[in-house]
């Protein structure tokens, strides 16, 4: 399962794939999240800003249930995630890590058969808050990618409703 970073669909709508101009990308998605190849937890879902293009879509019919993961988070994973950032975070820098442990925290749950999909690059020398979702699934064996290679992962084409 692909478990998606809030960037991943901003990016997407922002640069690449415009919701009313690319509208099978995101019925696709939904099509995957349905089908359980990718979710995204409610955490994460909650980065989507109200009022946006985005967050309308998300409440369109049944897309955020398609795509919301439905598990609780275990916050001993939480804190474990954490602590690769940095074991002594501030509450400045607790806020600017933002909701991120919560994505790692749910691959860890699943660590062979979950990916976190994400835009950010890997940056190894970052510190603390500013460490990125790659090098922290690096120092946790958690399997990440970037959305090309999910894209890639899960075949998506145009026209891939004439494939099912």
Not at 39 to 52: A, C, F, N, Q
Not at 148 to 162: A, H, I
Request: net charge negative; proline share 5%.
């Amino acid at each position: 399962m692909h478990l998606l970073d809030a960037n991943v669909l901003i990016t997407a709508h922002n640069l690449y794939y415009p919701i009313q101009r690319v509208p099978e990308f995101w019925d696709w998605l939904v099509h995957m999240g349905e089908t359980g190849a990718l979710k995204i937890p409610v955490e994460i879902l909650e980065e989507i800003t109200e009022g946006s293009e985005l967050a309308q879509w998300l409440n369109e019919g049944d897309n955020y249930d398609a795509l919301k993961l439905n598990q609780d988070v275990d916050p001993a994973l939480v804190q474990t995630v954490i602590e690769k950032y940095a074991p002594d975070l501030n509450d400045a820098e607790i806020i600017e890590v933002g909701r991120d442990p919560f994505l790692i925290a749910y691959a860890l749950v699943h660590r062979a058969d979950r990916i976190v999909v994400t835009v950010e690059a890997s940056k190894p020398s970052t510190k603390r808050a500013n460490r990125r979702i790659p090098d922290v699934c690096n120092d946790l064996e958690v399997r990440w990618c970037n959305s090309f290679q999910m894209l890639t992962d899960l075949n998506f084409r145009t026209g891939w409703r004439s494939q099912l």
